[in-house]
């Protein structure tokens, strides 16, 4: 007898309907699950991020012990080498140091004192102190259009600073014309670039032009395991950061961690994003960054108006990860139209065409598809 015959149409009929319920019933249960799964899962990643965000920053770098001389002490063997023999290392950390104090700038500010100011320095700003070997050679490197004023107070503000801090740096204002508007990451691209032309630096430090130290005791230094922010909190905003992971106003890469990042993009003119956009390529990196802890790492902000912001910030964050590659330091479209080496730093005069850095950008996009 076959299953067929012992079962009436009802009876298959009322079969039928109870696996469609039973399935109805399966189909919620799944996509309830399905949904509360995701919900959770998008909670966890949101908080991984955030995690992962927080792991790459330590702060509380640099309690003077932490950078040793063995770290330094192999960059500049060749120096040592040079008939330099007579002289010691300088004292690390040095002596008769400052501390914070808080910087008053005045926006009328006098010619540069340079009988007060260039004591020390050699031609085209390159500073050496006479009485010991400097642990590391560091390039500043500050962008720069049309602020004067900023430029003497900030020069006012740091070379003192960085003159009892005992280091051989070189001051790098790296200058665009008016051409085109302002390209914040490629004019810090192009002064690693051409500070990298006249010498080997130790230690590539950015530092805007309104951006001044109050703490003598941040160490204009690198470190090699991390990418130093050395700016803790900014005097307009209650001595805090905006968030986290800013990177902007003073930041201090190593020649290897710059490379590795292929640096700051080049598309982004305008105002915005250029922090935030090599932030990403650290974390992409899986570069650290370290910071200074709070009470060293202040900055006065000489006030200022701003420009348009950029349209294509949030864009370039959001689709340019693969494309680091192809944009960055090492792919430069700049003219360089003079090299002045001043009593108190090297300017250096670029001219940047925005339409041809546009295109070259999509010409290598599209190559790098093919
Ligand atoms: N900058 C400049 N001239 C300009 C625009 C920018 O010299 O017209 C340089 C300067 O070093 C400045 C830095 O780029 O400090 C960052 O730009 P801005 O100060 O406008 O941005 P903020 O950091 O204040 O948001
Ligand atoms: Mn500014």
Known sequence: MSWRNSLGNEDIRRFLTNIANALGVYVLVVSCMVMFASFILQMDLSEAKYFEYQSIIEIGDFKFHELTHEDVKNMLEEERNNG???RTWCQFPPKNMHGRQIYKYNLNVPD???????????????????DCLPIARIAIIIPYRDREKHLKILLHNIIPKLKRQKLDFTIYVIEQTHSSPFNRGMVRNIGFSEASKIADYDCYIFNDVDTLMEDDRNMYL??????????TGYDTHGYQLDYLFLVGGVIAFTKEQFLKINGYTNQLFFWGGEDDELYK????????????????????IISHH???????????????????????????????LEIEYKELYTRILVDIDEKLVRQSFLDALEKNNR
């Open 84 to 86: 330099t023999k007579e």
């Open 112 to 130: 540069l004192d340079l009988k007060k100011l260039n004591s020390g320095f050699q031609h085209g700003g390159r500073y050496v102190p006479e």
């Open 222 to 231: 690198c470190n090699k395991r991390a990418v130093r922010h050395l700016l």
């Open 281 to 300: 390529r650290m974390r992409c990196s899986g570069i650290k960054l370290y910071r200074p802890v709070d009470e060293i790492g202040k900055y006065t």
């Open 306 to 336: 701003h420009d348009a912001k950029e349209p294509d910030r949030h864009k370039v964050l959001r689709e340019n990860t693969d494309n680091d590659v192809i944009d960055g330091v090492k792919n430069l479209v700049y003219k360089r």
